[in-house]
Structures are given as C-alpha cells and as structure tokens.
C-alpha cells in the first residue's frame, strides 16, 4: 500500500473512539502511530542500506515480531498503569492493519523468522520502468483512493459536527451571557458567586456550565438579564402594532 495507511489509521481511531471515548485524542494518536509504525524501516532503507533490500523485508515487517512486541506492551500496561491498555492495543491493531493492507499487493512474511514465505494475494505486474507508476494504474489502487475518500468523508463531517456545536454555544453565550456578580446586594450578599440558595437543579446546571464557556451568577444578575429581554420583546411587540395601525388605520 502507498497512500493510504495514514487514512486507514485515521478510520480505525475513529471506530476506536466510539469504544474509549475518555481518551479520545490519545486513542486517535495510538491508531495513527500504529498505522504506520511498520514503515520506520524505510529510514533505514533508505539512509544504510541504500535500497539493496525491499523493506518489508526486515524486521519491523514480520507480524510475529508485533505480536511479541504487543504482547511485551500489553503487560507492562496491565502492570504498571491499566488505563493504558485500551492505547497499546489500538496501537497493535493499527499495526495489523498495516500489514493486512501491504499484503494486498505487497510479499508479507507472515510466518517469519520461521518461516520466509511470503502472502501476496495479488501480484503487480511491472509494466513501467518506475514501478510507483506501475502501482498507481493498477486496479488495486482503487482500494487506496476509496479508503482516502472514506477518510477525508469522516474528518469533513467530524469537522463541521465540532464547528456547528462551537456555534450554537458562541449564541447562546451572546444571548444570554452570564457575568460573575461582583457588586453587592441585598439579594446576593456576596461579592463572589456562591450556589446556596439555589435549588438543586441549578446547582447542578452551574456545576456542569462552569468553565465551559457560562460562568456562574447571582439571582439578582440573572434577573436583570431576564428584564433587559423581556423588555427587548415588548418593545418589540408594540413596534409591529404601530406599523400594523399604519398600514390599516
């Protein structure tokens, strides 16, 4: 595979989210990383060796060498910090998909260092001198280009899903914005905000609104705030009246 291990990591993140949404951000990082983990070897390849050797070749190709290594990650989560299993194996499942993918139109070894047959399930043939081209007009291709669609299809959606909920709470805030009381009053009594004399279910609207955007307030701030709209509406109302008695004297 050429193009699309990054996009295939991005979809699996994004299905692991859904399972851990508590560590949404370091789910998606351990999917990405895993997805082309694999690949490292390519510096290698390219910087020693000087292309002599294909690089799925080596060993950061071999699936019994990620399952060790998986399997070694695993119980040192269980061990020493278990919230990080769910990362460790999205991480080994990425890596695994990286080599479902590459087996595709790329020679995996499956069984190696046992055994150094290698799953190709389709074979390309070289038509071009440079075989990138000869990758690239291949029909499996195809595969590629879907999988990058599907997941530029879910960052876009993902994307204006987050934009529209920032909107909505951006006028909601304008709407009705909320300031701290700092003068005092008789109805409030405190120059900070304080949640006593509220009933339960505004306390624990206040607790969950803190620090998302709405600070808490005083009775006596909300009750200005509810005034200055009510008569924003009456005057609103009386507007229309007198254009209506205009019209139809």
Sequence with gaps: MLIAHLPSGYLLGAFAQRRVPLQASAIMA???????????????????????TNHRD?????PLFWLAFGFALAIVALVFQRKLLPLVLVFYAGVMLHM?????????????????????LVRIPKIHPNWIVSFVF??????????CLAALALFLSRSFAVFGRADTSDSAQIAFPRKRCLKKSASCGKSQPRLQGYSSVGRAAVSKTAGRGFEPCCPCQFSSQCSKVLIAARVA?????????????
């Design 100 to 120: 479902a993918t590459d087996t595709v139109a790329a020679p995996i070894h499956w069984l190696a260092p046992f055994s150094q047959s290698a799953t190709e």
């Design 138 to 147: 291949h029909w499996t291709f195809l595969n590629e280009i879907a999988i």
């Design 30 to 52: 351990a999917a990405l990383i895993g997805s082309v983990a694999p690949d490292l070897d390519l510096l290698y390849f390219h910087l020693i060796d000087g292309r002599q």
């Design 58 to 62: 080596f060993f950061t190709h071999w």
């Design 237 to 249: 109302r009386l507007s229309r009246a007198a254009f209506c008695c205009s019209l139809f004297p």
